[in-house]
């Protein structure tokens, strides 16, 4: 009886001390290779392959400072540890990126050259990150990289998404852009105003954005891109000579036009130019997957260098009903490159503005479609050896981009739009990521499948396995 209880026990000290010495293999092996793996739904802690593939390419120095104290952390604690690890994966993804954690009570000189050169006001907040380039110095402050509710009675946050990785790789990206870029805004015949949200969006996307009135005063020197909008009367002659200067000296423009009731011959001078004409006929959709709501048109996406990103990340664009029908100029000169970007359905067709008709239902009258509701133009002419390029951008709506109408989407209008400046001055597209949605805010669907296989698996599963287990272990200690 001692030699059995003596070879249990010895067999029994032995396994505890190989299970001690594997423990420790185990560890020291998992700290050679630091392998961790990002559990959460949304991947709060991992880079999105948008981010990974842009920093790839980079190829300029980038160094991100986390400004925190040591041992803080944000009044969220999830914040810091989400920060902090993308950090981490930034400085994996890139040899070009630098990481740094700076203390604001003994690094306070550098904390205010920060502010200083990043044009920041009052000092810099507690886990921002700074985003240094040859360019200069960008501040995320933390209130930048979350979207959050507050309960104004209880004071209780909650976060409804987190930012982080968006907003460090935009601003990455438009650091290794350059200058900002200035686009002005064409007024002086009537032109309507645009939405404050759009101009902030074209602004957080380095842009700056102006307005000149162009009946009353010259294009300014420093304009790289003109938003030429539909006016509500026609153009003066000096008004059309000043945009027609601008874009035969290698100028770039996006318009945004639409039906006019008045006659414009000035503006389709400047149209002629490029090969295009605003005719009076209004298209009218008919396909059911190109229409939203019955009074709106979900264009099919042609490819393009400014569509590329947008068709990958399934970005769907979207404009009101009757836009009016841009034609193409069956003479044109040869120098011009003319490229669809949205395109109608085959079902569409166009009718014009004089029909008298009863309803919306196709007529003999009618022009058959499909029809380009958004172009791209290339001009490219050679003077004395030298290529001189134009670049230019129309859509047939001038509402599209109204905040209203581009929530519908998803910001696809606003994106298409941003594209659309990156290739005019044939710069990278625009990089998109999205936010990702804390754990828990995602409403978790089980369907009655799911139900009752969970339900047999705790009211029988679970007690069988406990019951096997129980008598495996009852009948080796009765032959023991």
Same mark, same amino acid.
């Given at each position: 009886m001692l030699d059995k209880r003596f070879r249990y026990g010895t067999f029994s000290t032995v396994m505890m001390l190989l299970a001690i010495v594997l423990f420790v293999l185990v560890n020291l092996v998992a700290g050679e290779f630091n392998y961790t793996r990002d559990l959460t739904?949304?991947?709060?802690?991992?880079? $999105?392959?948008?981010?990974?593939?842009?920093?790839?390419?980079?190829?300029?120095?980038?160094?991100?400072?986390l400004i925190a104290g040591a041992g803080k952390e944000f009044v969220i604690a999830d914040v810091s540890r989400i920060t902090r690890q993308l950090l981490e994966e930034y400085a994996d993804a890139s040899p070009r990126i630098r990481i740094e954690t700076r203390d604001p009570m003994l690094n306070p000189a550098l904390i205010h050259r920060f502010a200083a050169e990043a044009g920041v006001?009052?000092?810099? *907040?507690?886990?921002?990150?700074?985003?240094?380039?040859?360019?200069?110095?960008?501040?995320?402050?933390?209130?930048?990289?979350?979207?959050?509710?507050?309960?104004?009675?209880?004071?209780?946050?909650?976060?409804?998404?987190?930012?982080?990785?968006?907003?460090?790789?935009?601003?990455?990206?438009?650091?290794?852009?350059?200058?900002?870029?200035?686009?002005?805004?064409?007024?002086?015949?009537?032109?309507?105003?645009?939405?404050?949200?759009?101009?902030?969006?074209?602004?957080?996307?380095?842009?700056?954005?102006?307005?000149?009135?162009?009946?009353?005063?010259?294009?300014p020197d420093d304009a790289d891109i003109l938003f030429i909008p539909m006016p509500q009367r026609d153009w003066t002659e000096i008004k059309a000579q000043r945009i027609s200067d601008f874009l035969q000296n290698e100028g770039r423009a996006f318009f945004a036009l639409d039906y006019a009731d008045a006659l414009t011959p000035n503006l389709a001078g400047v149209l002629d130019a490029y090969g295009l004409a605003l005719s009076d006929n209004l298209i009218i959709e008919e396909s059911p997957q190109n229409i939203f709501a019955q009074y709106f048109i979900i264009p099919n996406v042609a490819q393009h260098e400014i569509t590329e990103n947008l068709r990958a990340q399934n970005f769907a664009n979207i404009m009101t009903f009757f836009p009016v029908e841009m034609q193409i100029n069956g003479v044109?000169?040869?120098?011009?490159?003319?490229?669809?970007?949205?395109?109608?359905?085959? $079902?569409?067709?166009?009718?014009?503005?004089?029909?008298?008709?009863?309803s919306l239902a196709r007529i003999?009258?009618?022009?058959?479609?499909?029809?380009?509701?958004?172009?791209?133009?290339?001009?490219?002419?050679?003077?004395?050896?030298?290529?001189?390029?134009?670049?230019?951008?129309?859509?047939?709506?001038?509402?599209?981009? $109204?905040?209203?109408?581009?929530?519908?989407?998803?910001?696809?209008?606003?994106?298409?739009?941003?594209?659309?400046?990156?290739?005019?001055?044939?710069?990278?597209?625009?990089?998109?990521?999205?936010?990702?949605? *804390? *754990?828990?805010?995602?409403?978790?669907?089980?369907?009655?499948?799911?139900?009752?296989?969970?339900?047999?698996?705790?009211?029988?599963?679970? *007690?069988?396995?406990?019951?096997?287990?129980?008598?495996?272990?009852?009948?080796?200690?009765?032959?023991?």
């Open positions: 739904a949304e991947q709060l802690f991992t880079l $999105s392959e948008q981010s990974r593939d842009f920093l790839a390419e980079l190829d300029e120095d980038v160094t991100l400072t006001e009052g000092g810099i *907040p507690d886990f921002s990150v700074v985003v240094e380039s040859g360019t200069g110095v960008r501040v995320i402050e933390p209130q930048e990289m979350i979207d959050y509710e507050q309960n104004w009675f209880t004071g209780a946050v909650n976060i409804t998404g987190y930012n982080i990785e968006r907003e460090i790789t935009r601003t990455i990206h438009r650091a290794v852009q350059g200058a900002d870029a200035i686009i002005y805004y064409v007024t002086g015949s009537g032109e309507a105003s645009l939405a404050p949200e759009f101009i902030t969006f074209l602004e957080n996307e380095n842009y700056v954005f102006r307005e000149v009135n162009l009946v009353l005063y010259e294009i044109r000169r040869t120098t011009l490159d003319i490229a669809p970007l949205w395109i109608t359905s085959q $079902s569409a067709f166009a009718r014009s503005i004089d029909t008298e008709a009863e003999p009258s009618d022009i058959a479609g499909p029809f380009p509701l958004a172009l791209a133009v290339t001009d490219r002419i050679f003077t004395q050896g030298e290529e001189f390029i134009t670049r230019l951008v129309f859509v047939n709506s001038t509402n599209f981009i $109204s905040p209203q109408l581009n929530a519908y989407i998803g910001e696809g209008n606003w994106q298409f739009v941003l594209n659309s400046m990156r290739w005019l001055q044939d710069t990278p597209t625009s990089i998109y990521i999205p936010g990702k949605t *804390p *754990p828990g805010q995602m409403p978790l669907l089980i369907t009655d499948g799911a139900t009752r296989v969970i339900g047999g698996v705790a009211m029988g599963g679970l *007690p069988l396995i406990c019951i096997a287990i129980g008598a495996v272990i009852w009948l080796r200690r009765r032959n023991a």
